[in-house]
């Protein structure tokens, strides 16, 4: 696993590109390589990713717009309760967006081999549609069967609190991922 530059924005992680490489005395300092012309504040909270998984806090004040490439994943929101599922959705239609929901059980297989791809496929429509996944099996069964899943991975895209789009993903995780990018394209939003 290559270095990464993380910023962590509440409720999920960007996780962005590398930059630079990690060594135990950089030669220069971390504005140096995160410099830019622009001022306006993106992020307070940095932090790396280093080969193996860990994760090394830095203290930096502030980031600015325009220092950091676009993220190269976003982490999947969790829906947790039909509450909050009703919540995301009118959000979604208060800002004109469109969400993709990941049908999950962490049992399944295919399910988390895909969830890192769609992470990926979060990135490259920021912000216009955000994507979440539910784990069928810590929601009331009355929230799956009101979106009429039957399979895992059910991937669906919703647009003004209706299901619009549906891709069921039980091929290859790269054919499930283009069925997705159509079904997100082919969307009049």
Same mark, same amino acid.
């Given at each position: 696993?290559?270095?990464?530059?993380?910023?962590?924005?509440?409720?999920?992680?960007?996780?962005?590109?590398?930059?630079?490489?990690?060594?135990?005395?950089?030669?220069?300092?971390?504005?140096?390589?995160?410099?830019?012309?622009?001022?306006?504040?993106?992020?307070?909270?940095? *932090?790396?990713?280093? /080969?193996?998984?860990? @994760?090394?806090?830095?203290?930096?004040?502030?980031?600015? +717009?325009?220092?950091? $490439?676009?993220?190269?994943?976003?982490?999947?929101?969790?829906?947790?309760?039909?509450?909050?599922?009703?919540?995301?959705?009118?959000?979604?239609?208060?800002?004109?967006?469109?969400?993709?929901?990941?049908?999950?059980?962490?049992?399944?297989?295919?399910?988390?081999?895909?969830?890192?791809?769609?992470?990926?496929?979060?990135?490259?429509?920021?912000?216009?549609?955000?994507?979440?996944?539910?784990?069928?099996? *810590?929601?009331?069964? /009355?929230?799956?069967? @009101?979106?009429?899943?039957?399979?895992?991975?059910?991937? +669906?895209?919703?647009? $003004?609190?209706?299901?619009?789009?549906?891709?069921?993903?039980?091929?290859?995780?790269?054919?499930?991922?283009?069925?997705?990018?159509?079904?997100?394209?082919?969307?009049?939003?």
């Amino acid at each position: 696993m290559s270095d990464s530059l993380v910023a962590v924005k509440t409720p999920r992680l960007l996780h962005f590109r590398p930059h630079f490489f990690i060594s135990s005395s950089p030669p220069y300092s971390l504005s140096h390589h995160l410099k830019s012309s622009t001022s306006s504040l993106l992020f307070y909270d940095v *932090s790396i990713r280093v /080969s193996g998984g860990s @994760r090394k806090d830095l203290s930096v004040s502030a980031i600015e +717009q325009g220092e950091l $490439e676009e993220p190269s994943s976003i982490e999947l929101g969790q829906i947790t309760c039909e509450q909050q599922f009703d919540e995301v959705l009118a959000e979604a239609e208060k800002l004109k967006e469109s969400v993709v929901i990941l049908w999950m059980a962490y049992w399944c297989r295919k399910c988390i081999y895909l969830k890192p791809k769609l992470e990926k496929l979060a990135a490259e429509y920021y912000p216009r549609v955000q994507f979440y996944c539910i784990d069928v099996n *810590s929601v009331p069964q /009355s929230l799956v069967n @009101r979106a009429g899943v039957k399979k895992m991975p059910t991937i +669906q895209l919703w647009h $003004e609190r209706k299901m619009q789009g549906e891709v069921i993903g039980g091929h290859t995780a790269w054919l499930v991922i283009e069925d997705i990018r159509r079904m997100i394209d082919n969307e009049e939003i």
